[in-house]
């Protein structure tokens, strides 16, 4: 569960959260929640809100990109996605007008905070469109299973996806084929949060 986001915060609850050994010290808590690798570690600017697991609710603002002739990726891909720079859905004619050729992938979107905890959000998108089952993908920095469910909130509708339905085959990339609350819209802001 979470840390508190506010009033004050003891290092014996940071030690509930993130575990280690007896006498605790702050040094122990290098890279933990927020706080930085080496350096000054402030209980509440480096604790507050964190968990150990991935945790986040945060703004997400959808952007689109066409990947090919009527199909689109719509959400948020950070320049350290996965699928940034790479050749995606490859038509079959790449000289036909009709069906191009494959489109180099950029980043699109954005999160008002990446910083999961454990990992950072690099991508959360659906790719929907002619041809292609829609689906959500979820791509964070570092394989760990420490959440249970991400949500995302548009056009007045949450949506929640379970850790337990979706694909993945290194615990960084997850996919969940799906039809409800899918596509994205292609522009616009909605919450988006990942619960442990």
């Not at 959500?136 to 991400?150: H, K, Y």
Request: hydrophobic share 30%; aromatic share 8%.
């Amino acid at each position: 569960m979470a840390l508190q986001s506010s009033g004050q915060i003891k290092l014996s609850e940071i030690a509930t959260e993130f575990g280690g050994s007896a006498p605790h010290s702050l040094s122990e808590y290098y890279d933990k929640g927020n706080a930085p690798a080496s350096g000054e570690i402030q209980l509440a600017a480096d604790f507050y809100g964190t968990a150990n697991g991935l945790s986040l609710n945060t703004t997400i603002t959808f952007g689109e990109q066409t990947t090919k002739l009527f199909r689109f990726n719509r959400g948020f891909i950070s320049s350290s996605g996965r699928t940034v720079g790479t050749l995606n859905d490859v038509g079959p004619n790449p000289d036909s007008t009709l069906n191009p050729g494959p489109t180099n992938t950029t980043a699109i979107g954005s999160l008002a905070s990446t910083n999961a905890g454990l990992a950072t959000v690099e991508a959360i998108y659906t790719r929907h469109g002619n041809g292609v089952t829609t689906s959500i993908q979820f791509e964070i920095s570092a394989s760990t299973t420490a959440w249970t469910n991400i949500k995302v909130t548009h056009s007045g509708t949450t949506f929640t996806y379970n850790r337990g339905n979706m694909t993945t085959s290194d615990n960084q990339l997850f996919t969940i084929n799906t039809t409800t609350g899918a596509p994205f819209p292609s522009s616009g802001t909605g919450t988006f949060q990942i619960n442990i």
